[in-house]
């Protein structure tokens, strides 16, 4: 069932306002994302119309945005993503890491976004594979699915790691599978610790090399005094490392990463209000137990669209990765390797495939629509165009044209 609120409704009624009350305040980017919001699905983009063949019922589907930070097409990829991933399902048991940055260091991230979340996702999987890869503890080459969230329920700035870790991994040698104990899978403060020192070391070497911006309250962090005070008091904190138990079959791994891995600020669904003055939502508190941890957060529209664009990612960034024998060109060739070494192969290699390569899956149509009337067949008559939008001229045109007449 479709929401009642939508976070496009949001967007529909307080954009514009939003838009200008910070002009000149709001990156290209925010923008292309507050634009394919207000859009998506709307005949701005184009559509089809569709009928049925029993009963003649026409229906007008628009089009969708697909940008990555708009609830309403995470859907779709995620179920597309997902089916991709379900061939490199082990029959082993999975845990569930997460890596956060302590609140001081957050602060930077977001005045440094790409530099800064691309260094937590290298130091987080270097930790962990370097931990694992020690034959103290689990003395394994291991494979692990990455997944970038910057926000906490409030939709305030809080950036972590996901990761989905297979409970075991290769021998040096690769000719066995060293399998985890059941409920554990490495010490989560011998990680922290690790996790601490290496982030501390990339970001002071990012500080060094002037990779790193600093604006508003942070200027005085340009200078390396300054610097080395903020980062002082987190070296001596403990940085939070957290691990699940592992869950009960590759199944409820899929049905987990579905709700990660697409995953957005915020969802329509946790919208239960919209007076259109203010936005109310579902939040989670985590410092409580039982019934208090689930409450309702009010905000005024505007400062809830400012969350909103908190998370919004640098172009070009990848916030899903894959490590270890998860990721390149071999990974087929490796994962059949290692259901060989675990005693339960799922498939044979295709024949007629080049070595490490696997043939190329021909794409499925997409299957008939049912209409919502008799329950026959939709079929598309007509393609919808999209509709023009008013765009400035180029700089060099402004900057030659004649007056006007």
Not at 303 to 330: A, W
Request: proline share 8%; charged share 20%; aromatic share 8%.
């Amino acid at each position: 069932m479709a929401p009642l609120i939508e976070l496009a409704d949001i967007f529909h009624d307080h954009g514009p306002a939003f838009r200008a009350s910070r002009t000149g305040h709001l990156s290209l980017a925010e923008l292309k994302v507050m634009s394919a919001i207000e859009h998506c699905r709307t005949a701005a983009l184009g559509g089809h119309v569709e009928g049925c063949d029993d009963c003649g019922h026409l229906r007008i589907a628009y089009n969708s945005c697909r940008n990555r930070h708009c609830p309403r097409c995470q859907g779709a990829a995620a179920r597309d993503w997902l089916a991709a991933r379900q061939a490199d399902l082990l029959p082993v048991g999975y845990f569930h890491v997460v890596f956060t940055l302590p609140a001081e260091i957050a602060a930077v991230a977001f005045q440094n976004k790409k530099v800064v979340y691309d260094l937590l996702f290298r130091t987080a999987v270097e930790t962990i594979t370097r931990i694992a890869a020690n034959p103290k503890y689990l003395g394994a080459s291991i494979g692990l699915t990455a997944v970038l969230h910057t926000w906490g329920s409030a939709m305030t700035h809080h950036p972590h790691v996901h990761m989905i870790v297979p409970g075991g991994g290769l021998s040096p040698d690769g000719t066995r599978w060293i399998a985890s104990r059941p409920a554990f899978l490495l010490p989560v403060r011998v990680l922290g610790a690790l996790f601490r020192r290496l982030f501390l070391e990339g970001l002071l070497a990012l500080h060094g090399a002037g990779k790193l911006a600093f604006h508003g309250s942070l200027a005085h962090l340009a200078d390396p005094h300054g610097f080395a005070r903020h980062l002082a008091p987190v070296r001596r904190k403990r940085w939070v490392v957290y691990a699940k138990p592992p869950f009960a079959g590759p199944q409820a791994v899929l049905a987990y990463l579905s709700r990660y891995t697409h995953r957005v600020a915020i969802s329509s669904r946790r919208i239960t209000t919209f007076d259109g003055s203010n936005g109310t939502f579902r939040v989670k508190d985590y410092r409580q137990d039982g019934a208090a941890r689930h409450r309702t957060l009010t905000l005024e529209a505007g400062e809830f669209i400012r969350r909103f664009l908190l998370h919004v990612l640098p172009r070009g960034f990848h916030r899903i990765r894959h490590y270890g024998f998860l990721t390149g060109p071999n990974r087929r060739c490796r994962i059949e390797r290692i259901r060989d070494l675990i005693g339960e192969r799922k498939s044979e290699p295709i024949s007629g495939a080049a070595p490490g390569h696997a043939e190329p899956e021909k794409p499925t149509p997409p299957a008939p629509q049912a209409c919502p009337c008799c329950g026959g067949t939709m079929r598309r008559l007509l393609i919808l165009p999209t509709m023009a939008r008013a765009r400035a001229p180029p700089f060099g045109a402004r900057q030659t044209a004649g007056p006007s007449p």
